[in-house]
């Protein structure tokens, strides 16, 4: 499977961004999707991740409230819903992929390439 990350963007605090992963080469409903981020300098934030039949594993206290997952398998793509923005949430996003039958967790073996989210205060 491939991923492909997209809709980030600039907003300001406050606002709200929807991004997108779809996967190609394979069937979605294989895997679980696992979100993560990287801002300058820092280490990698896990996000969450959504399970095969959509239930979502928060890995970070600080979205918990404010983003959300969902996934058309239809569609071959997860959604990472982004409420009420922070400054301190700007960074790259990343989605990757781990084979359902493993469950969440927060080892994957395929990742996408990012897409940028910059919050402006």
């Known amino acids: 499977v491939q991923l492909q990350a997209s809709g980030g963007g600039l907003v300001q605090a406050g606002g709200s961004l929807r991004l997108s992963c779809v996967a190609s080469?394979?069937?979605?409903?294989?895997?679980?999707i696992g979100w993560f981020r990287q801002a300058p300098g820092k280490e990698r934030d896990d996000v969450l991740c959504?399970?095969?039949?959509?239930?979502?594993?928060y890995y970070s206290d600080s979205v918990k409230g404010r983003f959300t997952s969902s996934r058309d398998n239809a569609k071959n793509t997860v959604y990472l819903q982004m409420n009420n923005l922070k400054p301190e949430d700007t960074a790259v996003y990343y989605c990757?992929?781990?084979?359902?039958?493993w469950g969440c967790g927060l080892q994957y073996d395929t990742w996408g390439q990012g897409t940028q989210v910059t919050v402006s205060s």
């Open positions: 990757a992929a781990r084979p359902a039958g």
């Open positions: 080469g394979s069937t979605l409903d294989y895997y679980a």
């Open positions: 959504i399970g095969r039949r959509g239930g979502s594993t």
